[in-house]
């Protein structure tokens, strides 16, 4: 009965998107150019926010290693692209290239737990960062210009509209399942989830390489909208910082966190565009307060909120 509800409940969700993606899709014609860059940044960002709140939040694997899939994508997509590739191809790749990655690394920062596990996928980053930088064969600290034309504003809004759509669903048939009982299990605690029959390293891996995946499809997406990518801005640490951010004020292990920490810190960009330092000033404070005051962030907050209205109500 658990698992029909739950099939009903994805099926519903995959309904719903689907509507609501004919519905922007048909609408984005009228949208203005702003309207699409805004919307477009805020869907990439959800849809990483989504794969590392399904490592931290549910997994308790905080990492800050993002950047590493958000540039390994970019570059797989730009080069392969440039060797004449069409776009599916490419992102095909792009996917691949950062599962790969998250192979590759796993056996060693899965050694490292807590503050270890974190300090571990921060430094895998900054090596990879450095080592595009001096990499020659790869554009080096210029990068690589991509040679075919990238689609316009509003067909870079639906690609980032079906990447979000897909991960959602994705996300919530993890989260439904018996995978998602069994990664809390690992979160809470490892050793005793290994005693009852539970193969942490299977679990963990899993989610390493799912939200590798979605990342690296995010910046697959970043490199075709910028035409270019770069190691200092592909490899940057503010793509960590920023869903790191987002899932925090959000609402680390809720699902609502994404879109709601999302459209806070893009609206608040927005706001002090201007004001660079401010800005940074701001959000920490906001994050120190989210942090004290409301561990689970908006999303609690919203859901605590519904709770209190239904209970008046049927008072």
Request: charged share 10%; glycine share 12%.
């Amino acid at each position: 009965m658990a698992a029909d509800a739950s099939a009903q409940r994805v099926a519903a969700l995959a309904a719903g998107l689907l509507i609501v993606f004919l519905a922007l899709a048909l609408l984005s014609g009228w949208f203005s150019d702003y309207a699409l860059e805004l919307g477009g940044r805020v869907l990439l960002l959800m849809t990483l926010a989504e794969a590392w709140n399904l490592l931290a939040g549910y997994g308790g694997l905080v990492s800050l290693g993002t950047a590493s899939f958000v540039g390994v994508g970019a570059y797989v997509l730009v080069g392969v692209m440039n060797r004449g590739a069409g776009l599916p191809l490419a992102c095909l790749a792009a996917g691949l290239a950062a599962a790969a990655l998250a192979l590759l690394v796993s056996r060693a920062v899965f050694r490292l737990r807590g503050l270890y596990f974190t300090v571990g996928t921060l430094a895998l980053s900054e090596a990879l960062r450095l080592f595009m930088i001096n990499f020659q064969p790869l554009g080096g600290a210029t990068g690589l210009f991509l040679s075919p034309d990238v689609p316009g504003l509003r067909g870079l809004f639906l690609l980032a509209l079906g990447l979000f759509a897909a991960a959602t669903i994705l996300m919530e048939l993890a989260t439904r399942s018996r995978f998602s009982i069994l990664l809390r299990a690992v979160r809470d605690d490892e050793d005793a989830a290994a005693q009852i029959g539970v193969r942490p390293f299977r679990i963990k891996l899993l989610a390493f390489v799912f939200a590798s995946v979605l990342m690296g499809l995010g910046g697959a997406l970043q490199g075709l909208k910028l035409g270019a990518v770069e190691p200092y801005g592909m490899f940057g640490l503010q793509w960590t910082v920023n869903v790191l951010a987002i899932v925090i004020i959000g609402g680390q292990g809720l699902r609502l966190a994404a879109l709601l920490g999302s459209v806070f810190v893009v609206t608040l960009g927005e706001l002090l565009a201007s004001y660079p330092a401010l800005h940074l000033a701001i959000t920490g404070l906001i994050l120190i307060i989210v942090i004290r005051f409301a561990p689970q962030g908006l999303a609690g907050l919203t859901i605590r909120l519904a709770r209190r209205l239904r209970r008046s109500t049927r008072a």
